[in-house]
């Protein structure tokens, strides 16, 4: 299971602190990715990390103002997020990979959790 928490309503430029809790499997196997999807669009792609924390890749939208990092003790994926916009504006959502690696690749996950819904609008 997973289960996304943080999200809510912010003005441009603000900043918002989500988390993923992860259960029934084991996390610190597998990469994982945050995923977000705004009304009308399909979901798209927006950061990933290794299993072990080293390595970590940002969407070119989100260079520079996201953050993603976890904690395999105590099985959470986190994604910091500042100088939002009102184009951040979307579903959030953690994902875990069909092969355990990060891909950019949406249609690669298998596994999602309900999401967390991030709104920016002054």
């Known amino acids: 299971q997973l289960v996304e928490s943080g999200g809510g309503m912010v003005q441009p430029g603000g900043s918002l602190r989500l988390s993923c809790a992860a259960s029934?499997?084991?996390?610190?196997?597998?990469?994982m990715s945050w995923v977000r999807q705004a009304p009308g669009k399909g979901p798209e792609w927006v950061s990933g990390i290794s299993a072990a924390g080293g390595r970590t890749q940002y969407s070119d939208f989100v260079k520079g103002r996201f953050t993603i990092s976890r904690d395999n003790y105590k099985k959470i994926l986190y994604l910091e997020m500042n100088n939002l916009t009102p184009e951040d504006t979307a579903l959030y959502y953690c994902?875990?990979?069909?092969?355990?690696?990060?891909?950019?690749?949406?249609?690669?996950?298998?596994?999602r959790g309900q999401g967390t819904q991030v709104t920016v609008s002054s």
């Open positions: 029934g499997f084991t996390f610190a196997m597998y990469g």
């Open positions: 994902a875990r990979p069909r092969d355990f690696l990060v891909t950019r690749d949406t249609a690669q996950y298998d596994y």
